[in-house]
Structures are given as C-alpha cells and as structure tokens.
C-alpha cells in the first residue's frame, strides 16, 4: 500500500464544514478515525460537517462530557462519535465498554485517542487539525487499504 497523506488550508469554519460535508455521500463502514488537534482545533466541528453531509440534519453537539455520541443513520449504519479528553486513566475504556460499540456497520469517530491507550482500535484515518494564522491546517493519512480508498473516493 502506497501511504497517502493529503492536506488542506482550511481559512474558516465554513471550510471546515464543507470538508466534512464532502465526505458524507461517500463515507461507508466499518471505519475508524481519529481527530487529532489541540482544543478549538475544529474536531467537533468536522464531525458536525460530516453528520450534515450524511444527511443528519439534527443538532451535533460535543461528546466531552458523555464521552460519546451516537448518531443512527439511514441504511441501518451508526457514527459514533467519541470524546476521550475526560478520560482519567485509559482503562475507562473498558470500563464502560465501548469496544463493543465498534461493528461492520459503525462508522467512529474519536477525538483524544491517546487518552484511551492501546484499548482504542488502530484507525483507517487520522484527520489533524492545526491553527494556522486565523483558519486551520488540515492533515488527514491513511493507514490501511480500506482508509485510503475511502480518502480517494473523497477528495479526488
Ligand atoms: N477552518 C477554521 N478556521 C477558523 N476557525 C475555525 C475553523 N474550523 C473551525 N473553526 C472554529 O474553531 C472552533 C473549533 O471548535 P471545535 O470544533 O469545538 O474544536 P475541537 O473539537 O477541536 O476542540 C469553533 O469556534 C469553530 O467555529
Ligand atoms: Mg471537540
């Protein structure tokens, strides 16, 4: 597998959104992604976009303090989208049992993965937010075939 690493400039939240968006017609699971960025680096925000371009027309809001959000979806598939910044010590993964939440049909989302250690999956994406100036610095690398093809099918 050739390694596929694609970046943006993204000067607004707009920008933001409309990438998230874009992803939406095309995004199929399973798959898992990590967001990884500093706070207001616009993880949740790309979530949300990406919700939208799903079709999912209700209110996305951060998963901080519950850890997770879940998101049904047409076609019986699920996002959920995790929060791990509050985590204490990585066994809170298990704790509350989330591996189970990961199946052929879940699409994941997590932002602070480091915080649940080796319990989080390994990821097909990782999506890295930076501040750059007054917009962002968009970073995404696919680790695995199924990651990349669904990169390709995104922004090519
Ligand atoms: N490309 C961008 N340029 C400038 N501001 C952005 C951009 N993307 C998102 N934002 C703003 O930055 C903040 C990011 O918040 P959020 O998405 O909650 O960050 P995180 O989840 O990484 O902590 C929001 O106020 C959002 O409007
Ligand atoms: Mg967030």
Wanted: proline share 6%; aromatic share 10%; with cysteine.
């Amino acid at each position: 597998m050739q390694p596929e690493q694609i970046t943006r400039f993204l000067p607004d939240e707009d920008a933001t959104l409309e990438l998230g968006a874009g992803w939406g017609s095309s995004i199929k699971p399973p798959l898992v992604v990590y967001l990884q960025g500093d706070l207001g680096a616009g993880k949740t925000t790309f979530a949300r976009g990406l919700l939208r371009g799903m079709g999912y027309n209700g209110a996305v809001k951060s998963p901080t303090y519950n850890i997770v959000e879940t998101y049904p979806l047409p076609n019986a598939v699920s996002l959920n989208h995790f929060d791990l910044y509050r985590f204490t010590s990585p066994e809170e993964w298990e704790d509350a049992g989330l591996d189970d939440m990961f199946t052929a049909s879940s699409i994941s989302l997590i932002e602070w993965p480091q915080q649940g250690g080796t319990f989080v999956p390994h990821a097909d994406l990782t999506i890295t937010l930076s501040h750059t100036g007054t917009g962002r610095q968009c970073t995404i690398f696919a680790h695995t075939e199924q990651g990349q093809k669904s990169l390709e099918i995104w922004l090519n």
